[in-house]
């Protein structure tokens, strides 16, 4: 069974910068694609990014490209979402989910899920 658990998030002001972790108990975890959702309050679960199984592809949505970067490190069973130039639209809940077979932007597509982590841009 693989478990997620997503930290980093917090109260930041418009423009400045978060970092998301997602980690992971697995002893296959380089076995999994990992992608970030995010579901801010009345809206629908969106893809923001993922990642491949060692990292060697990438996906963000378009809105997310040039702010926002996901990398991993499976020896340290870690994939982190470095968040820049934040704006409030970017509030929302964020979490980690994984899947065996290939980065997908649609959430029925993941097999496991974290808990998730707030993520609030404020002035």
């Known amino acids: 069974q693989l478990q997620l658990v997503e930290s980093g998030g917090g109260l930041v002001q418009p423009g400045g910068s978060l970092r998301l972790s997602c980690t992971y108990s697995a002893f296959n975890f380089n076995y999994y694609y990992i992608g970030w959702f995010r579901q801010a309050p009345g809206k629908e679960r969106e893809g923001v990014s993922c990642i491949s199984r060692r990292g060697e592809t990438t996906n963000y949505v378009d809105s997310e490209k040039g702010r926002f970067t996901i990398s991993r490190d499976n020896a340290k069973k870690t994939v982190s979402l470095q968040m820049n130039s934040l704006k409030p639209e970017d509030t929302a809940v964020y979490y980690c989910?994984?899947?065996?077979?290939?980065?997908?932007?649609?959430?029925?597509?993941?097999?496991?899920w974290g808990r998730g982590t707030q993520v609030t841009v404020s002035s």
């Open positions: 989910a994984a899947r065996v077979s290939s980065c997908s932007g649609s959430p029925t597509a993941y097999d496991y």
